[in-house]
T-cell receptor, first 114, second 114 residues
Framework: GESVGLHLPTLSVQEGDNSIINCAYSNSASDYFIWYKQESGKGPQFIIDIRSNMDKRQGQRVTVLLNKTVKHLSLQIAATQPGDSAVYFCAETAIKAAGNKLTFGGGTRVLVKP | DGGITQSPKYLFRKEGQNVTLSCEQNLNHDAMYWYRQDPGQGLRLIYYSQIVNDFQKGDIAEGYSVSREKKESFPLTVTSAQKNPTAFYLC?????????????FGPGTRLLVL
């Protein structure tokens, strides 16, 4: 079936460096994508979203890139801080999806080294 | 404070027992969702509701039941038919349940079997 997946299960990054988290999706009908951050024992926290009519969107220290040709999504975190240590999930949905159903990837754990 | 609350934070279930997880939101959102998260994995949709007195099965509804008698409340019952209930349960809501809406999550309830 259709799925959203991640290439790297764990990413170790030095404090101050930039982080790049990747996500592949297989549903060509997907047109809305969200990145969530989940800290241990807590619910996912919205970070940034992007619609399929865009290739790039920037937030505070974060940038999401969407390549529809190869069905690839990435999240870039600038100047990674210790507070960025968490599991990051990508999620996708299609405008035709009943009830705004989201499909989640398996997650990437980001570990920030001091 | 506006947001989504879930209770209890931890819940223990005995064999053959039904247990109910609470989810309340004061965001005036129409749509509410229940997800299950297993260790090291992404979220899977159990049930969702786009309007009061109406709800739909998600991808893994077997062994679960819900009700939506009030807009702000969407309780989830884990029945004895759910043979592997140990997981982290997350409730979410979105404004109207329409396409391309962000879903916001509560803090979660961890269910453990005695």
């Amino acid at each position: 079936g259709e799925s959203v997946g991640l290439h790297l299960p764990t990413l170790s990054v030095q404090e101050g460096d930039n982080s790049i988290i990747n996500c592949a999706y297989s549903n060509s009908a997907s047109d809305y994508f969200i990145w969530y951050k989940q800290e241990s024992g807590k619910g996912p926290q919205f970070i940034i979203d992007i619609r399929s009519n865009m290739d790039k969107r920037q937030g505070q220290r974060v940038t999401v890139l969407l390549n529809k040709t190869v069905k690839h999504l990435s999240l870039q975190i600038a100047a990674t801080q210790p507070g960025d240590s968490a599991v990051y999930f990508c999620a996708e949905t299609a405008i035709k999806a009943a009830g705004n159903k989201l499909t989640f990837g398996g997650g990437t754990r980001v570990l920030v080294k001091p | 404070d506006g947001g989504i609350t879930q209770s209890p934070k931890y819940l223990f279930r005995k064999e053959g027992q039904n247990v109910t997880l609470s989810c309340e939101q004061n965001l005036n959102h129409d749509a509410m969702y229940w997800y299950r998260q297993d260790p090291g994995q992404g979220l899977r949709l159990i049930y969702y509701s786009q309007i009061v007195n109406d709800f739909q099965k998600g991808d893994i509804a077997e062994g679960y039941s819900v009700s939506r008698e009030k807009k702000e409340s969407f309780p989830l019952t884990v029945t004895s038919a759910q043979k592997n209930p140990t997981a982290f349960y997350l409730c979410a809501s979105s404004s109207q349940g329409a396409a391309q809406e962000t879903q916001y999550f509560g803090p979660g309830t961890r269910l453990l079997v005695l």
